[in-house]
């Protein structure tokens, strides 16, 4: 094929699996803020090249576009002979940039005339961005939710995540969005996720379940940590059916600990975030937490944390957020340990279905 092929967004998501590699041809922040499942970063211009060739098209139109020809030339020779330089002549790209212009055609036109069958996403990444979010606003409505409802370290999360491994649909917005939900939810070296990626993850997720059998989920608010839940999926997670998980408080108090083990290594980290809670709870209250995580006492801490903090805010906004929590039937975690964590998500398999 001597020529790129143009290909609409809607032909290209229903079959992103005969490419053999998706080419984002944007900048790597660009890629970085969001892209295609599975793309790789292709860039013709990095980001400064990419700010210094904006500025100068401000002034002139003419050489920027020569400037631009030049740098783009060199760094895609730079992609063929590195990151492009073991592909087969069989090798079938799908390349894409901004809106499927300038870029996207400089890289594809090159790789057109290696030999290789090369496609280019029409409108490129912004088009994409019009599909997740039109998909979004429909696609959550498709499916019948189970939602696990419990008291914060009922251990809600290890059962999703077993829930997944025995072959159960789960979609897990705190592993999606790096973040445990509450003021205690950052992840240490785990930055959260774009607004746009988060709904590229979770748009990626729905894209691969089907509608004929649960998916399970848990009773998240609006927000997971920054990002904001799609409108269409926390309304369908709100009308559907729930699970009520339970667990004894010696039970609870191993799970966070266990959970939360990085605040436990690192006291500090964790005055930070309690710092936040100031406004809610006072200057006293927060001094009296922050002695007993500092003296070591966490079982204390976390049974004090539970008692006057999270059980408190969790039955005030359940019934609110979740009204059929009222006649949910009760799921009870006995144990912490992966077998029983096990039995129960088997419990809930043989209740719910897979």
Sequence with gaps: MKEPLNVPITEALAGLERYDAILDARSPAEHAEDRLPGALSTPVLDDEERARIGTLHKQSPFEARRLGAALVARNIAGLLETVLAERPPSFRPLVYCWRGGNRSGALA??????????????????????????????????????????RTGSGKSAILQRLAALGAQVLDLEAIAHHRGSVLGPLP?????????????????????????PVYVESESKKVGERHVPDALIETMRASGCLRIEAPADVRCRLLLDEYRHFVDDPALLLRQLDLLRPLHGHAKIVAWSQLATTGRWEEFVTAMLDEHYDPAYDRSI????????????????????????????????????
């Excluded at 990444?125 to 019948?144: G, I, M, N, W």
């Excluded at 009222?326 to 897979?354: K, N, Y």
């Design 319 to 354: 019934v609110r957020n979740f009204g059929r929590i009222t006649q949910a039937p009760t799921v009870v975690l006995e144990g912490a340990d992966d077998p029983t964590i096990e039995r129960t998500a088997r419990e809930i398999i043989e209740r719910v279905g897979l």
């Design 109 to 150: 036109t090159v790789l057109a005339r290696v030999g290789w069958r090369t496609s280019v996403l029409e409108g490129g990444y912004r088009e994409y961005r019009r599909q997740v979010l039109a998909e979004l606003a429909e696609r959550p409505r498709r499916f019948r939710f189970v939602v696990l409802a419990g």
């Design 189 to 213: 070296q785990s930055p959260q996720p774009s607004q746009r990626q988060f709904d590229s993850r979770i748009w990626s997720a729905l894209r691969g379940f089907d509608a004929e059998r």
